[in-house]
C-alpha cells in the first residue's frame, strides 16, 4: 500500500513495482485495482520492459501458468518462491527441473568454450 494514500471515501492505492536488484530502482511500476490482487497486473507490469535474458523473482502468488508461458516466450527466466513452488514450477511451461547445486555452479572454461 502507498503511505499516506488512504481517504475517508477510499481505500489506500496500492502498487506492485518492477525492481532491477543491480541498481536499486523501479524498472515499472502499475496500480492493483481496488478489490483486487497481483495476479491480473503481472503481465501488463511486465509488457514494457525487455525480458531477454532476465530473471524474474516473484512469490508463489505468481505461480500462474500463463506467467510463466509469458516470460518464457519473451526470452526471459522465472523463479517463483514459496513454499509449494518446486513442485509447482516444473509444471510451469518452459520450466526444466535442475539441481541447485548445478544452477549455482560457474560455468567451467570448457562450456564457456563450446557455448
Given at each position: 500500500m502507498l503511505l499516506g494514500s488512504r481517504t475517508a471515501t477510499d481505500?489506500?492505492?496500492?502498487?506492485l513495482a518492477a525492481l532491477r536488484h543491480d541498481t536499486q530502482t523501479v524498472a515499472a511500476q502499475?496500480?492493483?485495482?481496488a478489490k483486487s490482487n497481483e495476479i491480473p497486473s503481472f503481465l501488463p507490469l511486465l509488457t514494457s520492459l525487455d525480458l531477454t535474458c532476465t530473471v524474474i523473482i516473484a512469490d508463489a502468488?505468481?505461480?500462474q501458468d500463463e506467467h510463466a508461458r509469458r516470460l518464457v516466450a519473451s526470452r526471459g527466466h522465472y523463479l517463483f518462491i514459496g513454499p509449494?513452488?518446486?513442485d509447482a514450477s516444473r509444471r510451469c511451461p518452459g520450466a526444466e527441473p535442475c539441481s541447485?547445486?548445478?544452477?549455482m555452479k560457474a560455468p567451467?572454461?570448457?562450456a564457456r568454450s563450446a557455448g
Open positions: 481505500s489506500a492505492v496500492c502498487l502499475r496500480q492493483i485495482a502468488l505468481h505461480t509449494r513452488c518446486a541447485t547445486t548445478a544452477a567451467t572454461a570448457d
